[in-house]
Structures are given as structure tokens and as C-alpha cells.
């Protein structure tokens, strides 16, 4: 508890604007604000612009590439692959140096 109001007091406002553009953890951004005893105005304050921010850039590349969604999707599938590869492989390797390092 006692490092997540630290964290808040030191970056409460930036992780609450950029929280709200990564999703999944746009979900956890209130309950982690609340825990840190964030006053309710200050995350107001930095919660509508950065919600307002991700309406804006998602109507924004709606209006843009509208009509290239299927060539947009099929991208966005393989990479989606590509980035479970590439962590599966981050994860496999830094277990497999951190078990090494106890072995020595």
C-alpha cells in the first residue's frame, strides 16, 4: 500500500492520462488511484483530457482508415501474433538466465 501512494504522489497524473490509451489497464487505473489516495479532483483532472485524448485519436483513425478496415484487421492479426511470439520468447529467456544465475 505505502508504495502505491508513492507512486501516485510521483506519477498519479501521468499514469492516470496515459493509462486511459492502454487498454486493459484503462480498467485498474481507478481502483490503483483509489488505493494510492488520490484526491478525487486531481484524478478528474487528468482522467477527462486523457479520456478525451483517446476518443479523439481512435475517431480520428476511424475517420482516416475507415474504409481500409479489412487490410488494417489482417495487419493488426499478424502482428498480434508476432508481439505473443516475441513475449513468450522474452519470458522463456528471462526465466531461463534467472534459474541459471541461482544454479551458480
Do not use: H
Amino acid at each position: 500500500m505505502e508504495r502505491t501512494k508513492g507512486y501516485f504522489q510521483r506519477f498519479g497524473g501521468a499514469t492516470v492520462l496515459f493509462g486511459r490509451m492502454i487498454s486493459g489497464v484503462d480498467a485498474f487505473i481507478p481502483l490503483f488511484a483509489g488505493l494510492g489516495s488520490m484526491r478525487y479532483r486531481k484524478y478528474i483532472g487528468y482522467d477527462i483530457p486523457g479520456i478525451l485524448i483517446w476518443v479523439g485519436m481512435l475517431c480520428t483513425l476511424g475517420y482516416l482508415f475507415g474504409n481500409n478496415w479489412e487490410t488494417i484487421d489482417n495487419f493488426f492479426g499478424y502482428l498480434g501474433w508476432s508481439l505473443l511470439a516475441l513475449i513468450i520468447v522474452i519470458v522463456t529467456v528471462y526465466y531461463l538466465v534467472k534459474r541459471r544465475r541461482r544454479v551458480k
